[in-house]
């Protein structure tokens, strides 16, 4: 089990992680259309001609074994999870690579980790909110959640 200093101690770890594979959506990922762009000036995010998506069948976990656990244990990424937002890095499940509110949802994040300052500062706010919150309960993804709600319908 886990308790929240072991979860903390995880952080640095999941910042370099989440920081290669940001690189591995930005080269092969694609640009936002026309509409997608117009829904990230709502949100909104700063620099919406940085962000790409990639199209996997399954969000990726972790290859660290400790921070493969952690994603798990709270729910983070399981086989259902429809997206993973890494700053400009978008990972979209092929089901949803044409769902509006997901792409909208975590346009947010991406809003989220420019207001905050990067992935480190994001992560460190995100990952503890989760620990301390629960996921989905954590206020970033309550914030995502509720304003994807609100822009598209
Ligand atoms: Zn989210």
Same mark, same amino acid.
């Given at each position: 089990?886990?308790?929240?200093?072991?979860?903390?101690?995880?952080?640095?770890?999941?910042?370099?992680?989440?920081?290669?594979?940001?690189?591995?959506?930005?080269? $092969?990922?694609?640009?936002?259309?026309?509409?997608?762009?117009?829904?990230?000036?709502?949100?909104?995010?700063?620099?919406?001609?940085?962000?790409?998506?990639?199209?996997?069948?399954q969000?990726?976990?972790?290859?660290?074994?400790? %921070?493969?656990?952690?994603?798990?244990?709270?729910?983070?990424?399981i086989p259902n999870t429809?997206?993973?937002?890494?700053?400009?890095?978008?990972?979209?499940?092929?089901?949803?690579? $044409?769902?509006?509110?997901?792409?909208?949802?975590?346009?947010?994040?991406?809003?989220?980790?420019?207001? %905050?300052?990067?992935?480190?500062?994001?992560?460190?706010?995100?990952?503890?909110?989760?620990?301390?919150?629960?996921?989905?309960?954590?206020?970033?993804?309550?914030?995502?959640?509720?304003?994807?709600?609100?822009?598209?319908?």
């Amino acid at each position: 089990m886990f308790d929240l200093n072991q979860f903390a101690n995880l952080i640095p770890k999941a910042v370099l992680e989440a920081k290669e594979q940001e690189q591995k959506i930005l080269m $092969n990922g694609t640009p936002l259309s026309d509409s997608q762009i117009e829904d990230a000036k709502i949100i909104p995010v700063k620099y919406p001609e940085r962000v790409r998506l990639l199209r996997v069948n399954q969000i990726p976990l972790p290859e660290d074994p400790e %921070l493969k656990f952690a994603a798990q244990a709270i729910q983070f990424i399981i086989p259902n999870t429809r997206g993973l937002t890494l700053q400009y890095g978008i990972f979209v499940k092929n089901d949803y690579w $044409n769902n509006r509110e997901l792409i909208v949802h975590e346009l947010i994040h991406t809003s989220q980790y420019e207001r %905050l300052g990067g992935i480190q500062q994001f992560l460190n706010q995100y990952l503890t909110e989760c620990i301390q919150f629960g996921y989905p309960q954590a206020p970033l993804e309550q914030e995502a959640i509720k304003k994807s709600e609100l822009i598209c319908t």
